[in-house]
């Protein structure tokens, strides 16, 4: 790579936080079996408490994991010249550095593919992608039908059968955070590589995949950045603004970052589950209790998908959405 001068360098860089000085307070992330009866209470909690969880014996096959990191490690070691023939994303394809269209940026470069099994995907990707996607959609529609049986919600599918309508609108994301040699005096100076911005996830939910290199924090409710301990076995679930808007408030969309470093590529898998884009959403008549308001306008996904897009990534996307209740 490139040697990149200091000032191209401090546009990736921000202060690290200070540490939470109380380690007791600190909270474990939630680790939810899904082949347990129980996890249908601990899937709702999770989402309540934190908007984020880790899952276990969600039998995706490893095959299909260890395939496709195969292939993207292998594309993003290619020449530039050969990575930029699926550039630049608009909306699909490679991208580099840039994030978006309002001048975010972050160390990182990226394949952004449609879900679609009929889409066009770089050489040797094609079935690798569709076997991977459909599998982990599959799990996906799995955890949002365990928390519609818990809440007591009818249908049963009444999340699960956005993301399994024909035109549902999800995507698919593979993030490569490559070294980077020049930050190593950055880092000892207290800040940290952005990776990829602060932000929350507008879809209804994502399952995000990684390799066994850290990066990943979650923002927690005192304001302070937590660390996500890397695990190649299992996947990790966000709640979407959508969901958050479907459940009144209820679940929460949490705002997460990732942090690259100097030494350690860090390789992550995305599918991002989205309703179609002339779905309706808001919150469920079913889950509003007595006299409890809605807390959001409703909107299509489509309106919300084309205010996100134009919005930086840390602007808080579901705030033109709100409803400002007396």
């Known amino acids: 790579m490139v040697a990149l001068s200091k000032p191209l360098i401090e546009q990736f860089l921000v202060k690290q936080s200070k540490p939470n000085i109380n380690p007791l307070i600190i909270p474990d992330i939630p680790l939810i079996d899904l082949s347990k009866p129980e996890s249908k209470q601990h899937l709702v909690k999770a989402c309540q408490d934190f908007g984020f969880f880790k899952v276990v014996n969600h039998g995706v096959p490893s095959k299909f994991i260890n395939k496709l990191e195969t292939e993207a490690v292998k594309f993003f070691a290619s020449p530039v010249s050969i990575k930029e023939r699926f550039g630049p994303p608009n909306p699909f394809g490679y991208g580099n550095k840039s994030i978006g269209r309002n001048g975010d940026v972050g160390w990182v470069e990226y394949l952004l593919l449609n879900a679609k099994p009929e889409s066009d995907y770089p050489e040797n990707f ?3 992608v ?3 996607v459909t599998s982990v959609k599959t799990m996906a529609c799995e955890i949002l039908e365990l928390l519609a049986d818990e809440m007591k919600l009818q249908p049963r599918n009444v999340f699960s059968k956005l993301l399994m309508d024909e035109q549902s609108d999800s995507v698919f ?3 490569h955070y490559p070294p980077c040699p020049e930050f190593q005096e950055n ?3 207290g800040r940290k590589l952005v990776g990829f911005g602060e932000h929350t996830d507008p879809q209804i939910i994502s399952v995000l995949r990684s390799n066994n ?6 923002l927690l ?3 302070s950045w937590m660390s996500v301990p890397p695990d190649s076995e299992s996947f990790f679930i ?7 808007v479907m459940t009144n408030g209820r679940f929460k969309s949490v ?3 990732v942090v690259a470093n100097g030494t350690k590529s860090r390789l992550s898998m995305i599918y991002f589950g989205g309703p179609p884009l002339s779905e309706k959403i808001a919150p469920l008549p079913s889950l509003m209790q007595g006299e409890e308001d809605s807390l959001y306008k409703e909107f299509t996904w489509f309106e919300y998908k084309k205010s996100a897009f134009n919005s930086r990534l840390a602007d808080n996307r579901l705030g033109l959405f709100e409803k400002i209740i007396a």
């Open 221 to 223: 409710r005192d304001g």
């Open 255 to 257: 705002k997460h970052r």
């Open 130 to 132: 569709n076997d991977y």
């Open 126 to 128: 094609q079935g690798i």
């Open 213 to 218: 290199t850290s990066g990943l924090e979650i």
């Open 238 to 244: 966000n709640v979407g603004d959508s969901l958050q």
């Open 173 to 175: 994301r593979v993030n």
């Open 187 to 189: 880092e000892k100076n």
